[in-house]
């Protein structure tokens, strides 16, 4: 993982698979964000999408290969 390090970088905004991040934090800054436009009288609308099922679709060889084709 330290050879790819460089290339396997994320958004900052991004909450999961991340080192000192996870669910609550997404949780935290949604909140935050919802109640601050909602003091404001600014309409809120949220979605939600379930994507977890999506993983057990992955062909790995393809991912990987696609991966080693980036260097």
Request: aromatic fraction near 10%; proline fraction near 1%.
């Amino acid at each position: 993982m330290k050879i790819f390090d460089d290339q396997l970088t994320s958004d900052p905004l991004q909450f999961g698979f991340k080192e000192k991040s996870s669910c609550s934090h997404a949780l935290f800054t949604m909140k935050t964000v919802v109640d601050h436009n909602v003091k404001h009288g600014i309409t809120v609308d949220v979605a939600a999408l379930d994507i977890s099922k999506v993983f057990d679709q992955v062909n790995y060889y393809t991912l990987l290969q696609l991966l080693m084709d980036r260097l």
